[in-house]
């Protein structure tokens, strides 16, 4: 066995281990489903609760997607915009910060007395994915070498040209670092405000579904939802790493300098 | 352009202060048009500041800087930094496409005279080819193009070939040589190397000291035709060892005029 596959393997090898040693304690030990489900009741609860589940991912994935691509063009917007002049800066900066360091859990029970619960959810998934595209934009934009900058100075390039063709394809690698970052962030947000503002019925989340599921008792389903969360986070953070890998690829087509 | 409108450059008794720090100090200088005029001296002796405040890149704390306004376009300033400065995610041709694409000339019609100012400085071919691609000479090669293909009235260099190695730096030195007699084109060329200053210039001003001020100048007499013949010329030689005697007078070590 070659190096490569043996790196390879070896996750799947611990995760066999796990969840086969979690089965085994189970059974051996005749744990109830309601202290602890064996992986196989889990996996029994996901198919056979999928007609409740799959339409609460697809909520929860909606608002995911809605907030996470809105911060991506709200944090570069803004973040172009800040750049701009000093008064913009510090005229906006705070904000940002408090918006940033602002947790989430205290804010959404009073954001859902004034805008319900579906618009708390989504701009929940919006403010923690935010902040980390405005600040990778601004510093992006900031980060334009002094060799360059002089050159476009000498030629005298208006703003707007050194915006387009200087400071924004050196931002590039920053944007794309901070859209990653915001892509795990936009669900843990949605998922986070689900549980304050979460509503029963047809509109319902996943995290709702996992709050309800955790006040019946029914633990195989509560761990069910905690799954496919996991999995749905797992999936969203490789296709946005791979989106961004491209993009960065094409930016600089051979990689580095 | 006539000669009759005084010097292309005309420095008077300028000081550049960086805080506490005076970086030069009652500079004069003139450069008339159609002069190769090499400034001579050790490292931080304010070379590269005097160069700056020549370009518009920066402003004197005391003293005027005069001259004809030579603007950025045609027949304006050009200025080739100490490391090439391409922009590393834009080809060749977009680098040495840069100063007309601010100049708001079009691409269709900048092509021709873009596509044979890279032949002319020997990298025909590599138009579609990203700086990280190429070799240092080459770089300094594609910077060099970038500034000549806005045909410049003043040229200005600052060490531009000081990081490269020996050979390359020679024939780099050679077709400088031809391209700025094709072009007409003034020059102020910024090294810290006898042999290059001798080897290039018709008159050399020999800076040093702290704050770094004009030591001397010396007028280079050795006709237009610079080659490898030349490097033996006992007037050649002569004019390094008074050069020599110059930097040593600016760096406070002795030697006579």
Request: proline residues 6%.
């Amino acid at each position: 066995m070659t190096r490569s596959t043996t790196v390879a393997l070896m996750p799947i090898a611990v995760l066999v281990v796990l969840f086969g040693g979690w089965e085994l304690l189970v059974r051996v030990m005749a744990i109830p489903p309601y202290v602890l489900p064996a992986p196989s009741a889990v996996l029994a609860a996901l198919v056979g609760d999928a007609g409740i589940l799959l339409p609460a991912l697809a909520v929860t994935l909606r608002i995911t997607v809605a907030g996470f691509v809105t911060a991506v063009v709200g944090g570069i917007a803004l973040g172009v915009l800040i750049t701009r002049s000093r008064l913009a800066e510090a005229a906006f900066s705070p904000l940002a910060v408090i918006l940033q360091v602002m947790p989430l859990i205290a804010i959404a029970p009073v954001i859902v007395i004034y805008a319900g619960p579906a618009v708390t959810v989504y701009l929940s998934a919006f403010i923690v994915a935010f902040f980390p595209v405005l600040a990778a934009t601004a510093a992006g934009l900031k980060a334009v070498e002094p060799a360059h900058r002089d050159l476009f100075r000498l030629y005298r390039a208006r703003p707007g040209q050194r915006l387009g063709w200087l400071e924004a394809p050196t931002a590039v690698p920053y944007v794309l670092a901070g859209v990653r970052t915001a892509a795990g962030l936009s669900l843990v947000g949605a998922v986070v405000a689900e549980f304050v503002a979460g509503t029963g019925g047809a509109g319902s989340g996943l995290a709702y579904r996992l709050v309800e599921a955790s006040y019946r008792l029914n633990v195989p389903r509560l761990f069910a939802a905690a799954l496919l969360i996991c999995l749905a986070g797992v999936v969203i953070h490789a296709a946005v790493g791979r989106a961004c890998a491209a993009l960065l690829r094409r930016w600089r087509p051979q990689g580095e300098r | 352009m006539s000669v009759s409108r005084g010097p292309l450059v005309s420095l008077r008794d300028v000081s550049r202060a960086f805080g506490d720090r005076v970086a030069v100090a009652g500079v004069d200088l003139t450069v008339d048009e159609g002069e190769f005029v090499a400034i001579l001296g050790p490292s931080g002796c304010g070379k590269t500041t005097v160069l700056r405040l020549i370009a518009g890149l920066d402003d004197p704390t005391a003293g005027t800087v005069g001259g004809r306004d030579l603007g950025p376009a045609e027949g304006g300033v050009a200025y080739v930094f100490q490391d090439p400065t391409l922009l590393p995610w834009a080809t060749v041709f977009d680098n040495v496409y840069l100063p007309l694409r601010i100049a708001g000339v079009p691409r269709a019609a900048a092509a021709d005279r873009v596509r044979a100012m890279i032949a002319r400085v020997g990298l025909a071919g590599r138009e579609g080819a990203w700086p990280h691609a190429l070799s240092g000479g080459m770089r300094m090669r594609a910077a060099l193009a970038r500034a000549l293909v806005t045909r410049p009235g003043l040229l200005l260099m600052d060490e531009p070939f000081a990081a490269l190695d020996e050979i390359t730096r020679q024939q780099l030195n050679d077709d400088l040589l031809r391209m700025v007699a094709e072009s007409g084109c003034t020059v102020l060329f910024v090294t810290h190397s006898v042999a290059e200053s001798v080897y290039l210039a018709t008159r050399l001003v020999v800076m040093g000291g702290v704050p770094g001020h004009v030591v001397g100048e010396l007028p280079v007499e050795l006709g237009s035709v610079r080659n490898e013949a030349l490097r033996r010329d006992p007037a050649y030689l002569a004019l390094c060892m008074r050069a020599s005697a110059l930097l040593a007078v600016g760096m406070g070590t002795g030697g006579t005029l």
